[in-house]
T-cell receptor, first 114, second 111 residues
């Protein structure tokens, strides 16, 4: 049973470019959340997708956008990259229905902006 | 963004010692979660707590959901070398809501 998978594992971009990160949820999960983790800090919530719609959003600018596909996989897009966008981007999946459905994480995409 | 107050920031311990760390919040949460993150990897769920006062164990790990719903602690008994890493607490207002995270406790075992 595959867990949460993310691609690519590492990415290097320059300021002003655009990037797309991908996530496949754990089998049986239908909800995907994205987090940004700066070095030495805890993750910060970006947004959550369920039924192909953005359901919740954290305090991130509109440069951060996402998408969820019918197979529950998801993409995170970041436009006009800034140096401060350098971070580990984590995807988490969970099952929507039922109590006690914790989020399970992938190993993240390490994004470096030059 | 909002973060929980997690302490200590780091711990240097001898192998075999017990470890204790905690998280506090000014807000009430209905779920507390504890994760461990190793270098180059994503957070791995250790223990999930869903009820105020709940005490849950996972092997040598024990965690409690504070009665006020504003705090939680994690204990590790008889630490071993593979326990090194960063431990994070996370609070969740309701199921399927975003996780609010602490800044982490870095556990280092002295040789």
């Amino acid at each position: 049973d595959a867990g949460v998978t993310q691609s690519p594992t590492h990415l290097i971009k320059t300021r002003g470019q655009q990037v797309t990160l991908r996530c496949s949820p754990k089998s049986g999960h239908d909800t995907v959340s994205w987090y940004q983790q700066a070095l030495g800090q805890g993750p910060q919530f970006i947004f959550q997708y369920y039924e192909e719609e953005e359901r919740q959003r954290g305090n991130f600018p509109d440069r951060f956008s996402g998408h969820q596909f019918p197979n529950y996989s998801s993409e995170l897009n970041v436009n006009a990259l800034l140096l401060g966008d350098s971070a580990l981007y984590l995807c988490a999946s969970s099952a929507r229905q039922g109590q006690g459905q914790p989020q399970h994480f992938g190993d993240g995409t390490r994004l470096s902006i030059l | 963004g909002q973060q929980l107050n997690q302490s200590p920031q780091s711990m240097f311990i001898q192998e075999g010692e017990d470890v204790s760390m905690n998280c506090t919040s000014s807000s009430i949460f209905n779920t507390w979660l504890w994760y461990k993150q190793d270098p180059g990897e994503g957070p791995v769920l250790l223990i999930a707590l869903y009820k105020a006062g709940e005490l849950t164990s996972n092997g040598r790990l024990t965690a409690q959901f504070g009665i006020t719903r504003k705090d939680s602690f994690l204990n590790i008994s008889a630490s071993i070398p593979s326990d090194v890493g960063i431990y994070f607490c996370a609070g969740q207002l309701n199921s399927n809501y975003q996780l609010i995270w602490g800044a982490g406790t870095k556990l280092i075992i002295k040789p």
